[in-house]
């Protein structure tokens, strides 16, 4: 257990002293002292105190060692998205930060995926990574750059570098907005998010080129998923040609010729299909 460790943590996070503690929750403060030393253990109406004092579950209090923890990550407990109050498992994700204590975003190049999903937990693996940092982008978050493989998310060019924001609460995740999902099955894609979570316990993953057909992946096979922030590419997005104009009108008027076909039947058998 590291409700020790953690109350102290987070009291000298938050500039308090043992007194001020103690006054809070109506405990002495060689008490207190004795429960951040080890020496003593809270019953569960102390522990219900503490929960409340710093609006974190019981189960986070004892169970996840904060010391570990990004400030990324810290920054969403207290903001309330305890993982364990929403009936799931705390993601604790290995990072890295630079000379002034702020976390980087570390570089997962097309090459980098194969190792990643087997590094991706791994201090060393992760540290290995080229990082860089964006001025524009909070301090208060956690961010990662994918390379994007393939035309599955076309117009964005193929080779682009996508960086996403750590989502530590799935249940955030927004229908219709672009993420990078992280699966051991599937490796790394960005997708177009469907969340069927409280429903099935599914997301539906969808390309932003038609050709890709959509497909659901089940909650327990997903390790991350990260928000899509921007992307960066050294090639400029192909235009609409008024050729492909041209063919988008065919076949839209194509379609319409079916429908119009389907509802009247063999009596407009003579209208000819565009060809």
């Known amino acids: 257990m590291y409700f020790a460790s953690n109350i102290k943590f ?18 002495k403060r060689s008490t207190l002292s004795g429960y951040e030393n080890g020496v003593a253990q809270p019953g569960i109406d102390v522990l219900i105190s503490f929960s409340g004092y710093f609006n974190m579950s019981i189960d986070t209090l004892l169970k996840i060692d904060m010391t570990r923890l990004s400030e990324s990550q810290l920054g969403e407990l207290e903001r309330g998205y305890d993982a364990y109050v929403k009936g799931s498992n705390l993601r604790v994700l290995t990072t890295t930060v630079n000379a002034e204590n702020r976390e980087n ?40 750059t994918f390379q994007l493989k393939g035309d599955s998310m076309h117009p964005i060019p193929d ?27 599937d490796g790394i894609v960005f997708k177009i998010l469907e969340n069927n979570i409280l429903k099935n316990g599914k997301l539906v993953l969808y390309s932003l080129n038609p050709l890709y057909e959509p497909y659901e992946v089940h909650v327990n096979e997903v390790k991350e998923i990260w928000k899509f922030v921007n992307y960066i590419s050294s090639e400029i997005p192909e235009p609409v040609l008024p050729e492909k104009q041209i063919y988008q009108s065919i076949a839209a008027m194509k379609n319409d010729l079916q429908r119009i076909k389907a509802k009247l039947g063999s009596d407009i058998s003579d209208i000819s299909e565009i060809g």
Do not use: C, H
């Open 10 to 27: 987070l009291r000298k996070r938050r500039d308090r002293t043992q007194d001020d503690v103690a006054a809070a929750l109506n405990l």
């Open 105 to 144: 975003i570390e570089l997962v190049a097309e090459k980098a995926k194969a190792g990643y999903t087997t590094g991706y937990a791994d201090p060393e693996y992760i540290g290995e990574l080229p990082v860089f940092s964006l001025p524009f982008l909070s301090n208060k978050r956690k961010y990662r």
């Open 159 to 185: 080779g682009s570098w996508v960086t996403g924001e750590f989502v530590q609460d799935w249940m955030n995740i927004v229908n219709g907005k672009a993420y990078i999902v992280f699966t051991l099955n």
